[in-house]
């Protein structure tokens, strides 16, 4: 092995790509059409395209220390599910209030399958109630979950994808992860092409995510392997030639910067933002979408766009310290007891 390359501010980047998430749904679903330009600056997409990337890399790192599947598995577990549960559950509760203080009438039914498939992770089947969030301009309760469901699918592979990157190499599966992630834009684009049903959510669920997930492992590649920088930097490149090619300029662009992004802010020196071993990035990110909708609800949205975001960053930002607090650190501590 011929050195190592240290990576770091990984947890600085977490919570910068959530804060991006942030501010550009605010501004989207707070109808600021004055301030889209920072929606586009601050993109909700390359934010969670840079999540996969995170992602890729630490959870290949984290199964690279245990090498335990079962271990690994409950690790992950307690890590995401518990504060996915008291999000989902708090966050209906909160739309149901308001829902009837408005007045507004709501199926019991719909509530059981809301609650139902989005515990499953399964959003997409059901985002959102009739009579929650009517006058909203989306209807979603928590649009932002679909990435978690995107993130536990490839928690479910990574000790395949590791045992195959022993058996040949970490370059290998990287590139496979690259490859079928990025020729899955064409192929749906092929199938509507000859008259095929594309549905447009097709485009964001797996297997068409994990070109970002195999820069991660790429990464994780590098961090045990200094002098695989070069090469792993030349595929990303490879990468990026063919999709353009591929008639995918915009996916190929985004490939290429959050790459140098990443890559650049983990090789400056250790952040000291002096938060110990506080983690508010899962919190803002599972609380803010619906803290929007609360708000877009109770016309708060009618105000101040730089108001509207504040509290929004407020708000969000204190949930996340009380999930860590009271949900996610407890949570930490239970796996690391069942695991003695």
Same mark, same amino acid.
């Given at each position: ?102 007045? !507004? &009438?709501?199926?019991? /039914?719909?509530? @059981?399958?809301? %609650?139902?498939?989005?515990? $499953? ?5 059901? *985002?959102?109630i009739e009579g929650i969030f009517q006058v909203a301009p989306y209807h979603e309760i928590n649009g932002a979950l679909w990435t978690i469901k995107i993130e536990v699918m490839f928690y479910a592979m990574v000790p395949l994808l590791y045992w195959a990157g022993q058996r040949w ?56 392997? !200094? &002098?695989?920088?070069? /090469?792993?930097? @030349?595929?990303? %490149?490879?990468?990026?030639? $063919? ?5 995918? *300029? ?56 730089k108001l509207f975001l504040l509290l929004v960053l407020f708000l969000s930002t204190a949930y996340a310290m009380a999930s860590w607090n009271w949900v996610e650190r407890p949570a930490l501590k239970l796996s690391r007891r069942i695991l003695v």
């Amino acid at each position: 092995m011929s050195g190592v390359t240290r990576f770091h501010n990984i947890n600085e980047l977490r919570l910068l790509f959530a804060l991006c998430v942030l501010v550009s749904h605010s501004i989207q679903l707070g109808q600021f059409i004055r301030y889209d330009i920072l929606r586009q600056v601050f993109s909700s997409e390359i934010a969670v395209q840079g999540f996969f990337i995170l992602s890729g890399f630490l959870v290949f790192g984290s199964y690279s220390r245990i090498l335990d599947s079962r271990t690994f598995y409950i690790r992950r577990f307690l890590r995401i599910y518990p504060g996915y549960v008291i999000a989902v559950v708090l966050f209906l509760v909160l739309a149901l209030v308001q829902a009837y203080m408005y007045s !507004q &009438s709501v199926q019991i /039914g719909e509530v @059981a399958r809301y %609650l139902g498939v989005n515990l $499953l992770l399964l959003n997409f089947l059901q *985002p959102g109630i009739e009579g929650i969030f009517q006058v909203a301009p989306y209807h979603e309760i928590n649009g932002a979950l679909w990435t978690i469901k995107i993130e536990v699918m490839f928690y479910a592979m990574v000790p395949l994808l590791y045992w195959a990157g022993q058996r040949w190499s970490q370059r290998v599966v990287a590139v496979a992860l690259i490859v079928i992630g990025l020729s899955w834009r064409p192929l749906l684009n092929w199938v509507a092409a000859e008259g095929g049903y594309v549905h447009p959510s097709f485009a964001y669920q797996l297997p068409g995510q994990l070109h970002f997930f195999g820069i991660g492992v790429l990464m994780f590649d590098v961090s045990n392997n !200094q &002098s695989h920088r070069t /090469g792993n930097a @030349a595929i990303v %490149l490879a990468a990026v030639s $063919l999709t353009s090619l591929m008639g995918e *300029p915009n996916t190929a662009m985004q490939v290429l910067l959050l790459s140098l992004f990443i890559y650049g802010i983990t090789q400056l020196p250790q952040l000291s933002l002096r938060l110990g071993d506080l983690d508010l990035s899962y919190g803002v990110y599972l609380s803010h979408f619906p803290i929007i909708q609360l708000l877009i609800g109770f016309g708060v949205a009618d105000l101040d766009a730089k108001l509207f975001l504040l509290l929004v960053l407020f708000l969000s930002t204190a949930y996340a310290m009380a999930s860590w607090n009271w949900v996610e650190r407890p949570a930490l501590k239970l796996s690391r007891r069942i695991l003695v």
